[in-house]
């Protein structure tokens, strides 16, 4: 997929649909499934994590990645942009980068683009 779909599909998504596609394309979940707005994943064995909302479960993702950097910047008050960049390894290739105005919201735009941009598709 290309970056321009993948930051289009994640901002058509509800906060959980976000988790979900996270679920199946980070963690490569294949078991996830919604029953009467409840999330599972893993044969319904586990509820389906807040990744996109909480800090400790977005940071799972950026520790799948030997390099992982957030920044936060406020300009003004109550402008804030969070910056989250991961690298891949240590193979020259650049490092993915996506912003939005939360710590888990930008870790979790960026694995997307990690994973999707490198020709998987989900």
């Not at 650049?94 to 939360?102: C, I, L």
Request: include cysteine.
């Amino acid at each position: 997929m290309k970056r321009e779909e993948i930051l289009a599909k994640w901002e058509s998504l509800k906060p959980r649909e976000r988790d979900a596609w996270v679920a199946e394309v980070v963690f490569k979940d294949t078991n996830v499934f919604n029953v009467a707005e409840h999330w599972f994943c893993g044969h319904g064995m586990f509820t389906l994590p807040l990744y996109t909302e909480g800090v400790s479960e977005a940071w799972e993702i950026a520790e799948q990645y030997p390099i992982a950097t957030v920044e936060r910047v406020e300009i003004f008050e109550g402008n804030i942009e969070v910056k989250a960049t991961l690298w891949e390894g240590f193979d020259y290739r650049e490092p993915v980068e996506a912003t939005a105005k939360t710590v888990p919201e930008a870790i979790c735009k960026a694995a997307l683009l990690a994973v999707l941009e490198e020709g998987e598709t989900t």
